[in-house]
């Protein structure tokens, strides 16, 4: 299940069992919406929770060398950094990433 939150500065993907992975989060800019398209720019950080409770930091070189590549401009890079920050003990600790997600996950079941 894919979350895309309006006006955050991430999206996330929540799987089930088996996967090992729980909750996999990119920060992006934010999300906009048209008709029938989502658009958002993936900037490489991602955070990850797997089922054990275990959380780390994904593609940190990336971020680093798509600054330079790409030329984030330096507002990009701190909000993108807060977040990181800020997703790295949500996804333990608030909603949607505790159990909200959970409820959606068995309706497709």
Request: one cysteine or more; charged letters at 30%; proline letters at 5%.
């Amino acid at each position: 299940m894919q979350l895309f939150p309006r006006g955050k500065w991430f999206t996330a993907i929540f799987n089930d069992e088996p996967r090992y992975t729980e909750i996999y989060v990119d920060v992006t800019t934010p999300v906009e919406f048209s008709d029938d398209v989502v658009t958002m720019i993936d900037l490489d950080l991602d955070v990850i929770k797997r089922r054990d409770g275990t959380v780390f930091i994904d593609d940190e070189d990336e971020f680093a060398e798509h600054q330079v590549k790409y030329g984030y401009p330096a507002e990009v890079i701190v909000t993108a950094r807060q977040t990181c920050d800020w997703l790295v003990g949500a996804v333990s600790t608030e909603e949607p990433f505790l159990s909200v997600y959970k409820t959606y996950l068995d309706k497709v079941r």
